[in-house]
């Protein structure tokens, strides 16, 4: 089945140490991306990446890395430089056109818990 | 500035009965996209409707309409007869053209369909 997978589903993080959630999609799309949601509010974009070797900060890239070697792989670090790390985390990806790119589609998230 | 209102914080509704997600967008671009996406208590967005700048129809899928008014820069959601499968939290996002697929979401209007 084509689609988008997260692991772990909950992450649990002792403050001071870095993280990597994993990502990985089959859909053969060009873009992915990830994304941050708290309680109450909408998505907020921390990295994205349209092609492999390359990506770009979004709105709160702060404390936060990345890395594109695979097409079909986004993995995202928060390292200990994130102040509030405890949050519900989106990756999606979506197929590249030009002038732009199309729908995106999301895994199920991974919740991280800083202890 | 690119901007998307979901005023409409949590709705409650009773099973069968009508409702409407409101979301009104701010662009000053000339082509845009939005959606709607539907996230249940598992966590993962669901895709649900794109639309173009340059399409104002409005388009009816089963229970589901939506109502696309550039003249009011609304693009509105409705469930008809709802059904306790409906409860979840709706997002609707603004898609810019020509700018990586950065997505703007509205903070997310949670519908609780009670039985």
């Known amino acids: 089945d084509g689609g988008i997978t997260q692991s772990p589903k909950y992450l649990f993080r002792k403050e001071g140490q870095n993280v990597t959630l994993s990502c990985e999609q089959n859909l053969n799309h060009d873009a992915m991306y990830w994304y941050r949601q708290d309680p109450g509010q909408g998505l907020r974009l921390i990295y994205y990446s349209q092609i492999v070797n390359d990506f770009q900060k979004g709105d709160i890239a702060e404390g936060y890395s990345v890395s594109r070697e695979k097409k079909e792989s986004f993995p995202l670090t928060v390292t200990s430089a994130q102040k509030n790390p405890t949050a519900f985390y989106l990756c999606a990806s979506s197929i590249r056109l030009a002038g732009g790119t199309d729908t995106q589609y999301f895994g199920p998230g991974t919740r991280l818990t800083v202890l | 500035a690119q901007k998307v209102t979901q005023a409409q914080t949590e709705i409650s509704v009773v099973e069968k009965e009508d409702v409407t997600l409101d979301c009104v967008y701010e662009?000053?671009?000339?082509?845009?996209?939005l959606f709607w996406y539907k996230q249940p208590p598992s966590g993962e967005l669901v895709f649900l409707i794109r639309?173009?700048?340059?399409?104002?129809q409005n388009e009816i899928s089963g229970r589901y309409s939506w109502n696309f008014q550039k003249s009011t820069s609304s693009f509105n959601f409705t469930i008809t007869a709802s059904q306790v499968v409906d409860s979840a939290v709706y997002f609707c996002?603004?898609?810019?053209?020509?700018?990586?697929?950065?997505?703007?979401f509205g903070t997310g209007t949670s519908l609780t369909v009670i039985p």
């Open positions: 639309r173009n700048s340059f399409d104002e």
């Open positions: 996002a603004l898609r810019r053209e020509n700018t990586g697929n950065q997505f703007y």
């Open positions: 662009t000053r671009d000339t082509t845009y996209y």
